[in-house]
């Protein structure tokens, strides 16, 4: 999505396809080897990134979480594009051990710009080295986070009265868990690892329903339009002040019901373009109120399609105004 968005910017972008599923005893090394810290880069990241300079000499080089590029191969860049400027972006906690591997620390220093979501990883990255550090909110792609019509058989295989989509974690596991148990349907969709169906076995409930598998493109619009409320609850193990759904669920059309934060204010305002919760208590009550009125509930998600449209919290905004902190002025704007 950042990369079409910066295509759209008007730039001139060459993807590094990197994507990788190990197996088997791959699998089991990748993971060995994360725990000591270090991010084994099995499909030649390294090398095909090398290639690509070597043949574009690009102005600039983005890395989106680059936790196998080698400190070699920033210095390698510079000496191969001797102008290019050199961008790091990351949607995760990456002052987290979790989120950290040994050749990310080693090339901190080497980037241009370190770009992050996390308001906090700020003074963080600069503590440890970085020479700069942008934070900037989360975003959505036009494309494919935007209102999309829905069957009534798409309505049902798709949604439900409370739907959350996203990955397992215990604290937002046991707030759903709490609300099925007062009588409120939830839907989980999320295919990420076994944390789902593992839990899902455990708390087996008539009022939940785990589905075992991820939604993407079109199906996760259409999923949030089938959701009569959805829930966005942050990840605790990244200390999550926002997230991608935080703006991607209004950008759909979708109701919005997630975690009180500061930063969840700064972008909707609570009960008139999205409401929020603080505790499981809160989630009950507001999901049993906003079932009840869907007038209400409709309104608040429209006006909550109209902020992200006003304050353009698109990734076209977005990456603009990173380039211009990099220093590089964006074409055909």
Not at 293 to 301: F, K
Request: glycine residues 10%.
């Amino acid at each position: 999505m950042r990369l079409e968005a910066l295509r759209r910017l008007g730039h001139t972008v060459i993807g590094v396809d990197t994507s990788w599923q190990p197996r088997g005893f791959s699998g089991l090394l990748i993971r060995a080897l994360r725990k000591v810290g270090y991010a084994w880069d099995g499909v030649g990241a390294n090398e095909a990134l090398l290639r690509a300079v070597a043949e574009h000499k690009p102005d600039v080089v983005w890395i989106d979480k680059g936790l196998t590029i080698l400190p070699h191969t920033l210095r390698r860049i510079r000496q191969l594009a001797g102008g290019a400027r050199l961008l790091h972006y990351s949607p995760d906690d990456m002052a987290g051990k979790h989120n950290q591997s040994r050749q990310y620390l080693a090339g901190l220093g080497l980037y241009d710009l370190h770009v992050t979501t996390k308001s906090f990883n700020v003074p963080e990255l600069l503590a440890v080295g970085a020479a700069k550090v942008l934070f900037v909110d989360n975003a959505y792609c036009p494309s494919t986070h935007r209102p999309v019509s829905v069957s009534d058989e798409e309505r049902v295989t798709l949604g439900g009265p409370v739907g959350f989509i996203g990955a397992f974690e215990k604290e937002r596991a046991e707030a759903m868990l709490f609300l099925a148990r007062n009588g409120v349907p939830v839907r989980i969709w999320g295919g990420w690892g076994k944390g789902w169906q593992a839990w899902a076995e455990r708390h087996n409930h008539p009022n939940l329903r785990v589905e075992g598998s991820a939604l993407w493109g079109d199906d996760y619009a259409k999923a949030i339009c089938s959701f009569d409320i959805n829930l966005c609850f942050l990840r605790k193990l990244n200390r999550d002040l926002q997230t991608t759904r935080s703006v991607e669920i209004p950008a759909c059309g979708g109701f919005m019901l997630a975690e009180w934060t500061d930063e969840h204010l700064k972008l909707f305002k609570e009960g008139v373009e999205a409401e929020f919760f603080g505790s499981r208590e809160e989630l009950l009550e507001k999901c049993q109120y906003y079932l009840a009125h869907p007038e209400e509930r409709r309104r608040i998600a429209a006006v909550g399609r109209e902020r992200c449209l006003r304050s353009d919290y698109s990734y076209d905004r977005q990456l603009a105004a990173v380039l211009d902190a990099l220093g590089s002025p964006v074409k055909g704007r």
